[in-house]
């Protein structure tokens, strides 16, 4: 299994997840999920979530726009 990336950077804009990875302080704007891609992110998404077929997405945060789920799994976890 592929070594897991953690990412502690503001992440601000557009994000595409290619790899493993874990993003410790997301304010992004849209974020796309590529194919078989497994992923934590911690934080807000203000527009839309892609999620590519067999990518596995571990929301700890919120998201205000539409989420794109194109066979892909979707877990969030909101203090709300």
Sequence with gaps: MEEFKIIDTEIKGNLYVIRNSQ??????LNVTVGKNI???LYGTIKGKL???KGAKVYL???ISGKIENHGGEL???SKK
Excluded: D, Q, S, V
Excluded at 23 to 28: E, I, K, Q, S
């Design 60 to 62: 700890h945060g919120t």
């Design 23 to 28: 993003y410790n302080n997301l304010n992004a």
């Design 75 to 77: 877990h969030i976890f």
């Design 50 to 52: 892609i999620i590519h």
């Design 38 to 40: 497994i992923t934590r």
